[in-house]
């Protein structure tokens, strides 16, 4: 069997091996132990961090290290791809790819291993509770960047709408700021038939709802609600991608009965933006209008939000010595015009080290967390490759 066959069959078999036993936020012991069923065999310390997380350190003796970060963890979905490898934990599965970066860091380990030297020190990061909040974040102020003095993270993330193989990335932006925000509007009770004896929560809250779509629709680079040609709603276009900002409403929860007045409303959803200018004006603006319904109304209102994720930034110098590496890849390589509007906690890896986070193309279009999600694991290899170009570059000091 020839080296590549070999290497793809490798990361084949720890992909299928860990995506059969999907878990979730911080405690992973089956993960781990997969993990370290490998990683101890080889010649690296180990510092763990974050619940079940897992830093590899390979020391080659040198003043600095650079670090590749693969995240652990699945999410609470029932799998229903029908594949021979499906997860055996129900309720649960790897529906984002981490799978897939584990197995591509993972062999990125045992070809480290077998290294007399190396430009660098090593470190690989295997990190939990991506899906849920904290992981990376909790990694990166332990200290254990600034203790092997990391010149440069690396990241890859399996991105279905990206042809099989291809990598792509972009200097700058590539992924938004985002946080989780709740909105409660609360009114007063009555019977149906006479709906002026209290005050219509559900009402206050549709009128809110659009209100706040249309304000922000006046924003450069609001994305919009609906496909051109539908609806209303007219958009300003932006200057440049990186002004896009989202603010969506997912989910509301009003009312008791069909024929009481609703005296209580509930949504959740999630804004985004690149900057954090951009980010505090979207939540000015959504305090703002419920300011506005409690004047017109008289109903009282609340927001809170979660911390969310720093932007995905990727650090120009950093971009513009690893391009070359990624476009001389056999799979090919695309430099991506638009940042995308998911979100990735590898952000706060950029605020401790230069960081360029990488997509790694399935080709199969089938979307991210979706319970069908599935790719052919040939792509790893792509993965792999550029892992290992970057590891052998020489020079990531000067930035």
Not at 44 to 49: A, D, E, N, P, R
Not at 237 to 246: I, K, L
Not at 373 to 378: G, H, L, R, V, Y
Request: net charge negative; glycine share 10%; proline share 5%.
């Amino acid at each position: 069997m020839a080296n590549g066959q070999i290497l793809e069959e490798k990361l084949r078999t720890h992909r299928r091996a860990l995506h059969m036993i999907p878990e979730i936020d911080r405690d992973l012991p089956e993960t781990k132990d997969y993990l370290m069923s490998v990683l101890g065999e080889l010649k690296c310390s180990f510092t763990f961090l974050c619940g079940s997380g897992i830093c590899a350190f390979f020391d080659f003796g040198k003043d600095h290290a650079i670090a590749f970060r693969s995240d652990m963890d699945a999410l609470p979905v029932e799998e229903a791809t029908g594949a021979e490898y499906a997860s055996k934990h129900p309720g649960f599965m790897h529906a984002c790819g981490h799978d897939g970066h584990m197995a591509m860091v993972l062999g990125l380990a045992e070809y480290v291993d077998t290294l007399e030297d190396c430009p660098h020190n090593v470190l690989l990061i295997f990190q939990p509770a991506e899906e849920t909040l904290g992981g990376a974040e909790e990694i990166c102020k332990s200290g254990i960047l600034a203790e092997h003095n990391v010149k440069a993270v690396f990241g890859i993330h399996m991105w279905p709408f990206l042809p099989a193989g291809v990598i792509g990335s972009r200097p700058g932006a590539l992924m938004p700021r985002s946080a989780e925000i709740n909105i409660d509007i609360k009114g007063t009770a009555a019977h149906g038939t006479s709906p002026y004896d209290g005050l219509d929560a559900l009402f206050i809250t549709t009128e809110y709802v659009q209100e706040l779509y249309r304000e922000h629709a006046k924003r450069p680079g609001a994305v919009p609600r609906f496909a051109p040609g539908i609806g209303d709603i007219e958009y300003k276009a932006s200057a440049s991608p990186d002004e896009r900002t989202v603010i969506h409403l997912g989910r509301m929860m009003s009312g008791y009965a069909r024929n009481i007045v609703s005296d209580y409303s509930h949504l959740l959803g999630t804004i985004r933006a690149y900057d954090d200018e951009s980010f505090a004006e979207l939540v000015e603006l959504i305090t703002g209008k419920l300011a506005e319904m409690e004047e017109l109304f008289g109903c009282s209102t609340n927001f809170t939000r979660s911390e969310g994720y720093p932007p995905v930034i990727n650090d120009k110098g950093l971009y513009e010595v690893v391009l070359p590496l990624a476009s001389a890849l056999e799979g090919g390589y695309e430099q991506m015009a638009d940042p995308l509007m998911i979100s990735e906690d590898f952000s706060f890896y950029g605020h401790y080290a230069p960081a360029v986070f990488f997509l790694l193309g399935t080709g199969t279009g089938i979307s991210l967390h979706s319970t069908d999600f599935d790719f052919d694991e040939s792509v790893l290899v792509r993965g792999f490759e550029l892992y290992k170009s970057l590891l052998l570059h020489t020079d990531f000091t000067s930035l």
